[in-house]
């Protein structure tokens, strides 16, 4: 595993567009060299302003039409419900370009979770043509951090921190809406890049603990992530990076 690269910018803005200019750059190195761009998006709130600058300043960036469009982790809520992370992309990207139905690989929020997840895991196995024991290879997964030091939906103390064979479970958290279905470990890290976004104060302390503190996965989930054979990318603003040690 390649060692963190980390990126701080000045404020959130800067951070929404390096985001989209790395995402753009990524697609096109993707596209390029194997034909499509496999995309991993991330939930919460933060990605929604790069998500919008990719459908609108970087339209003519990427080949949209060779991209497939993923998700890390989702709420089990039906796709039009506001806490869906499949309603914010597509408000804020996907309904902007012309994509075709097949590009977009959506977590079925509405179905049971533990049918949900088997059903997505039978997707990734078709998309990427795996056998057993195999994972997907993802070129880009886009990641955010919780303030109590989650990503996707590998949230403090859950078991799934540590799964090795599922691709994708069903988990309860502590937070709303409680039911969710997320990529395990294995397929994070199988990734080519993973991409952190994380903005502001608030994450401060999560950032130091995830990248500075002892080594607790259980506690700091984030820290799982380290990709066996690809690249990890942190953008942060100066108030994410606020308590990290000089560099
Ligand atoms: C989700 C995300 C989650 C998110 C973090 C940060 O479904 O909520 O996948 O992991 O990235 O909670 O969320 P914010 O960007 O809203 O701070």
Redesign the pocket.
């Known amino acids: 595993m390649s060692e963190p690269k980390l990126i701080i910018l000045n404020d959130a803005h800067e951070l929404y567009v390096r985001a989209a200019e790395e995402t753009a750059h990524i697609a096109g190195e993707s596209i390029c060299t194997h034909g499509e761009f496999t995309f991993c998006l991330?939930?919460?709130?933060?990605?929604a302003a790069t998500y919008d600058l990719l459908a609108t300043r970087f339209h003519l960036s990427v080949d949209w039409k060779e991209v497939q469009f993923y998700w890390?982790?989702?709420?089990c809520v039906p796709p039009d419900n506001a806490e869906s992370?499949y309603a914010m992309a597509n408000r804020t990207m996907l309904s902007k370009l012309a994509l075709r139905p097949e590009q977009v690989h959506r977590m079925r929020g509405e179905d049971p979770p533990a049918k949900a997840a088997a059903a997505y895991e039978d997707e990734l196995r078709k998309q990427f043509g795996l056998g057993d024991g195999e994972f997907p290879r993802f070129d880009l997964v886009m990641?955010?951090?919780?303030?109590n030091r989650?990503?996707?939906?590998?949230f403090p103390g859950d078991p799934a921190i540590h799964e090795t064979q599922r691709m994708v479970v069903a988990v309860e958290v502590a937070?709303e809406p409680p039911r969710?279905l997320?990529f395990t470990p294995p397929v994070i890290n199988n990734a080519q890049r993973v991409m952190f976004?994380?903005?502001?104060q608030?994450?401060a302390a999560a950032v130091k603990d995830v990248l500075e503190g002892p080594r607790d996965p259980d506690k700091f989930p984030a820290q799982i992530v380290a990709p066996r054979d690809g690249e990890i990318i942190w953008l942060l603003d100066k108030a994410a990076a606020s308590l990290l040690s000089p560099r």
Do not use: Q, Y
């Open positions: 991330s939930g919460g709130s933060t990605p890390g982790d989702e709420r992370n990641l955010g951090l919780g303030d989650h990503t996707a939906s590998l937070a969710r997320s976004l994380v903005s502001g608030g994450k």
